[in-house]
């Protein structure tokens, strides 16, 4: 067997080696799934389509957790720059292209609309850059929520400062979030020892130093601004337990969904991107069949 087909090795070793095979079931319209009336969604399932008409149509509380990745706003009022030395182009999709004023109304339109699906004190993972991580955490004071932690993520191999008129930046922050006011929130997930463990034995850090996404998580599709599977997994470890549904209404290539298909955690995603879809499905499958037909390659 070559090795490009073995399964990805992760924070720890997945949960479900040895279990029969079960195909990944492919993205479903949601707009198709709204005129058909259903109120729930489907678990270990991705949806194609618009964040918030998506998540409107399900009901309160239905969800353990949110980790979710949405756009920056990067590619605000510029094209994307490229370097001569790198294929690397910054992001300069439509995506991720809002004015201030709008990129304000959306984020608070999809961060209400996941506090309600969400269960109270359920925990909300938002990654961000200091192009948007402070308007996000501005709209979440707003609604009164508990900022619990921030988590510093270091890339060791992040790509160079091309412009060459300040410092690289190497660092994205996740904004970790209680689903509650500040007064009320309590008895949030955090697997603590189990962090512990990982982290040789000591209390574990906010600063977590992980390499980019390597190639090998690409080889399905490329998405600008895709998560490493190791970070993914060290979220899902440390903010949820096993048969927990997690959500992410940006689901992209699907790292977040992968993370938990692999740790035994129930999933649900949104794209509205059809080739995002297609390369997550492909993905998460592929990987699926990887790792519990040929469990002995790692």
């Avoid at 412009?163 to 006011?181: G, K, P, V």
């Avoid at 927990?244 to 689901?251: G, T």
């Avoid at 993905?283 to 699926?288: F, K, M, P, S, V």
């Amino acid at each position: 067997m070559a090795q490009s087909a073995a399964y990805q090795k992760g924070e720890v070793a997945p949960y479900d080696l040895g279990r029969t095979y079960e195909p990944v079931a492919k993205p479903l319209d949601a707009a198709r799934e709204n005129e058909a009336q259903r109120v729930y969604p489907m678990y270990n399932q991705l949806y194609l389509g618009d964040v918030v008409s998506t998540l409107q149509m399900w009901p309160d509380g239905l969800f353990d957790a949110c980790m979710t990745d949405p756009p920056y706003n990067i590619a605000r009022d510029r094209k994307g720059l490229s370097w001569a030395f790198s294929s690397h182009v910054t992001i300069d999709s439509d995506w991720d292209r809002f004015s201030n004023t709008d990129y304000e109304a959306f984020t608070t339109a999809w961060l209400q609309e996941i506090c309600r699906i969400t269960k109270k004190n359920g925990n909300i993972f938002i990654f961000g850059s200091y192009h948007n991580i402070y308007t996000i955490g501005a709209i979440a004071a707003r609604l009164d929520l508990r900022v619990v932690n921030s988590i510093v993520w270091a890339k060791p191999n992040a790509q160079p400062n091309i412009t060459c008129r300040m410092f690289t930046e190497s660092t994205e922050q996740i904004l970790w979030l209680c689903n509650n006011t500040n007064k009320d929130a309590k008895h949030w997930t955090f697997n603590y020892h189990h962090m512990k463990e990982l982290n040789g034995g000591k209390q574990m850090r906010n600063f977590w130093e992980i390499p980019v996404t390597p190639m090998r998580e690409r080889v399905h599709g490329k998405h600008p601004s895709q998560k490493p599977l190791r970070l993914m997994e060290r979220l899902v470890l440390a903010g949820t337990n096993p048969n927990d549904v997690v959500v992410d209404c940006f689901a992209g290539s699907g790292s977040t969904l992968l993370a938990c298909d692999r740790l035994d955690r129930r999933w649900v995603g949104v794209e509205r991107d059809e080739g995002y879809c297609e390369i997550a499905h492909r993905r998460l499958d592929d990987e699926r069949k990887q790792r519990r037909l040929f469990p002995a390659m790692l």
